[in-house]
């Protein structure tokens, strides 16, 4: 199962482009989970430690609904808004929280694998270095990070919203971005997950 974290806290841009990435995996036959922040409580880590002797986290919330998913899934698609040049705020309370569960299991994310999605409001606005941020967290973790090369794709999906669901919508590089990384996401699902069991 590959897990689509979406890290907006508005049904807009970032999840209509999320949910895209997820129906062009479900058509290869990959099972997908969606996940978003919209509504949700998620707190900020708060360096307690309670978790390095607990090996849980001591903050009930909604992360608990992520967790099983996290620790179930094969993959990840992580999508983010661009904000102030870099991730949500939402998204990194999300990365940070894993601790919990890479205490209780070291091995938790390691070999599996990991793309990003950026939207900006701009047309350059930080997509890249969001982007960054997110392959940051795949590396520390052990996920290997999925790009989607170069001539239309380089580090992972772009997007440009122009802030709003339409913008999105038009942005035809930002959708080429996005099937250019899946189509790579893809072919490294059936090579480390399934072991070159490539339906096609
Ligand atoms: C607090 C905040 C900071 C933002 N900073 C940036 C930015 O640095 N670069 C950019 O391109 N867009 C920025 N934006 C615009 C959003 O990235 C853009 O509207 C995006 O489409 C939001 O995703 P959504 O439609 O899924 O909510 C910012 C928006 C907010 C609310």
């Given at each position: 199962m590959i897990l689509g974290i979406c890290g907006s806290p508005r049904k807009k841009a970032t999840e209509h482009v999320l949910r895209?990435?997820?129906?062009?995996?479900?058509?290869?036959?990959?099972?997908?989970?969606?996940?978003?922040?919209?509504?949700?409580?998620?707190?900020?880590?708060?360096?307690?430690?309670?978790?390095?002797?607990?090996?849980?986290?001591?903050?009930?919330?909604?992360?608990?609904?992520?967790?099983?998913?996290?620790?179930?899934?094969?993959?990840?698609?992580?999508?983010?808004?661009?904000?102030?040049?870099?991730?949500?705020?939402?998204?990194?309370?999300?990365?940070?929280?894993?601790?919990?569960?890479?205490?209780?299991?070291?091995?938790?994310?390691?070999?599996?694998?990991?793309?990003?999605?950026?939207?900006?409001?701009?047309?350059?606005?930080?997509?890249?270095?969001?982007?960054?941020?997110?392959?940051?967290?795949?590396?520390?973790?052990?996920?290997?990070?999925?790009?989607?090369?170069?001539?239309?794709?380089?580090?992972?999906?772009?997007?440009?919203?122009?802030?709003?669901?339409?913008?999105?919508?038009?942005?035809?590089?930002?959708?080429?971005?996005?099937?250019?990384?899946?189509?790579?996401?893809?072919?490294?699902?059936?090579?480390?997950?399934?072991?070159?069991?490539?339906?096609?």
């Amino acid at each position: 199962m590959i897990l689509g974290i979406c890290g907006s806290p508005r049904k807009k841009a970032t999840e209509h482009v999320l949910r895209e990435a997820l129906a062009m995996l479900e058509k290869d036959g990959i099972e997908t989970e969606f996940f978003t922040v919209r509504k949700k409580e998620i707190s900020f880590c708060q360096h307690c430690d309670y978790c390095l002797k607990k090996k849980e986290c001591r903050i009930r919330d909604d992360m608990y609904e992520l967790y099983p998913l996290m620790k179930e899934a094969e993959g990840y698609i992580f999508a983010t808004p661009v904000y102030n040049g870099g991730v949500s705020a939402q998204i990194k309370a999300v990365m940070d929280r894993t601790r919990a569960i890479v205490v209780e299991n070291m091995d938790v994310f390691r070999h599996k694998i990991g793309m990003a999605i950026a939207v900006g409001g701009d047309r350059i606005g930080g997509q890249e270095l969001a982007i960054q941020q997110i392959h940051t967290f795949f590396i520390l973790n052990g996920i290997i990070p999925v790009s989607g090369g170069f001539f239309g794709a380089n580090l992972g999906a772009t997007f440009w919203s122009k802030d709003t669901l339409d913008g999105v919508m038009e942005d035809e590089g930002g959708f080429r971005s996005l099937r250019k990384t899946v189509r790579r996401f893809k072919e490294m699902y059936f090579r480390i997950c399934r072991g070159n069991q490539n339906p096609k």
